[in-house]
């Protein structure tokens, strides 16, 4: 069961949504089907000068970047 990211065009709400099987997606806010898949934002871990390892996200507007939560469906945001 993936979760997707997902943009509201009737609200400009920006929501999670699980897919189960061929589901289509809804806004929470407003319940319109007129919504479009977001890019999602990945982290990764890289090795830097001296082979001191450091994390970098790909998300520079994360709402979860102080959480400790090792992703947004983890914490809820």
Do not use: Q, R
């Not at 996200?57 to 983890?74: D, L, P, T, V």
């Amino acid at each position: 069961m993936p979760i997707y990211e997902y943009h509201c065009d009737k609200c400009n709400h920006d929501f999670e949504f699980i897919v189960f099987g061929k589901e289509k997606p809804f806004c929470p806010s407003c319940e319109s089907k007129k919504v479009k898949k977001l890019m999602s934002a990945c982290g990764f871990i890289s090795k830097g000068v001296g082979g001191e390892t450091t994390g970098h996200s790909a998300s520079s507007s994360s709402s979860c970047g102080s959480c400790s939560s090792s992703s947004c469906a983890g914490c809820g945001h």
